[in-house]
């Protein structure tokens, strides 16, 4: 018996890039469908998602008077500054190198 009661959920139309987003990532979504506002209803949706990227650390020291990184494996025993990738360590000035070993 519905009692003159009567709904019609619908998903919202969501951005290709946000559900992307929401497939690969640990995220919520949460639909608000129905709630009345004056003489209408609100329909919205709330998405939130979050990611997690780890990045090889490169330390910075000087190497006869060049700037050079190196990366976590072959850490100089003394280093001047800790960059978060070799991509910010060269935009600081310094020659991100590989390990020799």
């Excluded at 910010?88 to 590989?98: D, F, I, M, R, T």
Aim: overall charge positive.
């Amino acid at each position: 018996m519905r009692l003159g009661v009567h709904y019609t959920f619908t998903l919202p139309m969501i951005p290709e890039e946000q559900w992307q987003n929401t497939i690969d990532d640990v995220g919520v979504l949460a639909f608000l469908q129905g709630l009345p506002i004056g003489h209408s209803r609100y329909n919205n949706y709330a998405l939130g998602a979050s990611k997690i990227v780890r990045r090889t650390a490169y330390y910075g020291t000087h190497v006869n008077g060049v700037k050079t990184a190196y990366p976590e494996a072959c850490r100089p025993a003394v280093y001047e500054e800790v960059l978060q990738s070799a991509k910010h360590a060269a935009e600081k000035g310094y020659y991100p190198k590989l390990c020799s070993m």
